[in-house]
C-alpha cells in the first residue's frame, strides 16, 4: 500500500525568468531622420510579458533593464519583437529573435548576443540584442513569495 506523505519527486511548480536587457547594436533606419526609436517586446505563449522603454534617435540604444516573471513550461519559446515608435503611425518592425528556453541550463545566467532576423526575409543585416537571461525553478512557496512582492511593490501603497 502507497502512502502520499505529501512530498513530490519534482517540487517545482513554475519558472522564474529573469532578464537583463542590455543594449542592441546595428539596428536599421525606420525614420525618415536617419534613426529609429526601438523598444522591445517579450512575448511568451503569445502574450506580451514585458515592454522595454523606447529609447528615442539611436540605432544603438542602452536600455540596461532587469525584469522578471513567471513561466509555467521551458519548453516554449520567448519571442523578442524589435520596434520603431511612431507617434502617429503604425510601429514599424525592426526584426525578431527567438531564445529557445529549452536549451538554457537552469540556475545559469547565460549571456546572448542575438541576431535580429526579418519575419519576411527580405533585409539581411538587422542588428542584434545584448541581454542575459536566468532560468530558475520555483517550488510552491517561492512563487507564493514571488507573487506576495510582486503584489505588495505594485499595491502596498493602497495599505499603508
Not at 502512502?3 to 525618415?32: C, M, Q, S
Not at 525584469?67 to 515608435?85: G, N
Not at 525578431?96 to 529549452?102: D, F, G, N, S
Not at 533585409?123 to 525553478?137: I, K, Q
Amino acid at each position: 500500500m502507497h502512502v502520499d506523505d505529501g512530498t513530490d519527486a519534482n517540487p517545482y511548480v513554475t519558472f522564474r525568468l529573469k532578464i537583463h536587457l542590455k543594449e542592441a547594436h546595428g539596428l536599421v533606419i525606420r525614420d525618415a531622420s536617419g534613426s529609429s526609436d526601438p523598444y522591445v517586446k517579450f512575448k511568451y505563449q503569445d502574450k506580451t510579458m514585458y515592454k522595454s522603454n523606447t529609447i528615442y534617435r539611436s540605432l544603438n540604444p542602452n536600455w540596461d533593464e532587469e525584469f522578471a516573471f513567471l513561466i509555467d513550461d521551458p519548453t516554449y519559446q520567448l519571442r523578442l519583437e524589435v520596434f520603431d515608435y511612431d507617434r502617429f503611425m503604425m510601429d514599424d518592425s525592426m526584426g525578431i529573435t527567438i531564445i529557445e528556453l529549452v536549451q538554457l541550463k537552469l540556475f545559469e545566467t547565460h549571456e546572448l548576443k542575438l541576431m535580429l532576423e526579418d519575419e519576411n526575409g527580405t533585409e539581411e543585416y538587422m542588428g542584434y540584442l545584448h541581454l542575459s537571461v536566468t532560468v530558475t525553478p520555483l517550488t510552491e512557496t517561492q512563487k507564493n513569495e514571488v507573487s506576495y512582492s510582486f503584489f505588495t511593490e505594485r499595491f502596498g501603497h493602497f495599505f499603508s
